[in-house]
Nanobody, 115 residues
Framework: VQLVESGGGLVQAGGSLSVSCATS????????MGWYRQAPGKQRELVAT???????NYADAVKGRFTIFRGNAKNTVALQMNSLKPEDTAVYYC??????????WGQGTQVTVSL
């Protein structure tokens, strides 16, 4: 199973970016897909998740600014990030979980928010 992120990049504070994730190597539908992030010197943290029935969960730090949604293609997920802040700067990782409980991770994509 492979998860491949795209998007991200550099944006000024207050701007918007989106990141997307596509998967391959499985015929199963992931029960949960989501995004985590890791800033330099910090632990990886939850950003947002979405289940196969579209139940969403957001970290308090991003509520009202970020939106997660699953794409039309099977096992794809995207994150729309608005009103970005410098503290959103991190490597963003796509994650997916099967109903069996197994987790899969992408390689990460850098998001940098400048002042």
């Amino acid at each position: 199973v492979q998860l491949v992120e795209s998007g991200g990049g550099l944006v000024q504070a207050g701007g918007s970016l989106s990141v997307s994730c596509a998967t391959s190597g499985t015929i199963f539908t992931f029960y949960v897909m989501g995004w985590y992030r890791q800033a330099p010197g910090k632990q990886r943290e939850l950003v947002a998740t979405i289940t196969s029935d579209a139940t969403r969960n957001y970290a308090d730090a991003v509520k009202g600014r970020f939106t997660i949604f699953r794409g039309n293609a099977k096992n794809t997920v995207a994150l729309q990030m608005n009103s970005l802040k410098p503290e959103d700067t991190a490597v963003y990782y796509c994650a997916a979980r099967r109903s069996s409980g197994s987790w899969y991770w992408g390689q990460g994509t850098q998001v940098t928010v400048s002042l």
